[in-house]
């Protein structure tokens, strides 16, 4: 499996964005970029999956770079309840596992 | 409608006896996963299930089995307990509409074997 690597945790002060990175640099060219996040005694949930455009949705927006060896997940205004472990994940195919790593622990301040 | 819904939400058990843990998936999917999560680790894809069949499995020994139904429920069955498995299982479900790919969730069951 193609390997994620995302800083261990990070801070943010709530109504300002927040930038989560994501480097892989073995990516395969259908590998696609998925981010799930995990609240507290929470089952993790998905946010967002891209392959090489840039995507939005409603709960965030992903940048791809061109390359592909990297992308950010954009929370555009953080609220408290987007404290949470969030996980970059690449998926080989459409149906296959989930492969979670460490994440990065997103902590929100009022 | 009802999300992905497990039971029981705690467990105790000895080692070396048997678990079955129970997975019901959210309206419209057809698709199981399973995954264990250790204390402060991401969680571990363990196998899933489609059609009533294994179609993809994790690196787990085989005392970790599972079983889908013609509902599309399933369970997760272990055997011979070990510490080890003191862990968070998590069920998935997937391939509703619109968002065929996408894994949702259930709350877990935490195991802790004593």
């Known amino acids: 499996d193609a390997k994620t690597t995302q800083p261990n945790s990070m801070e943010s002060n709530e109504e300002e964005p927040v930038h989560l990175p994501c480097n892989h640099s073995t990516i395969s060219g259908t590998d696609y970029i998925h981010w799930y996040r995990q609240l507290p005694s929470q089952g993790p949930e998905y946010v967002i999956h891209g392959l090489t455009s840039n995507v939005n949705n409603r709960m965030a927006s992903l940048a791809i770079a061109e390359d592909r060896k990297s992308s950010t997940l954009i929370l555009h205004r953080a609220t408290l309840r987007d404290a949470a472990v969030y996980y970059c994940?690449?998926?080989?195919?459409?149906?296959?596992?989930?492969?979670f790593g460490q994440g990065t622990i997103l902590t929100v301040h009022p | 409608d009802a999300g992905v819904t497990q039971s029981p939400t705690h467990l105790i058990k000895t080692r070396g006896q048997q678990v079955t843990l129970r997975c019901s998936p959210k309206?419209?999917?057809?698709?199981v996963s399973w995954y264990q999560q250790a204390l402060g680790q991401g969680p571990q894809f363990i196998f899933q299930y489609y059609e009533e069949e294994e179609r993809q499995r994790g690196n787990f020994p085989d005392r970790f089995s599972g079983h889908q139904f013609p509902n599309y429920s399933s369970e997760l069955n272990v055997n011979a307990l070990l510490l080890g498995d003191s862990a968070l299982y998590l069920c998935?479900?997937?391939?509703?509409?619109?968002?065929?790919?996408?894994?949702?969730f259930g709350p877990g069951t935490r195991l802790t074997v004593t």
């Open positions: 994940i690449l998926r080989d195919t459409s149906y296959g596992k989930l492969t």
């Open positions: 309206s419209g999917h057809d698709t």
């Open positions: 998935a479900s997937s391939g509703g509409q619109p968002f065929p790919y996408e894994q949702y």
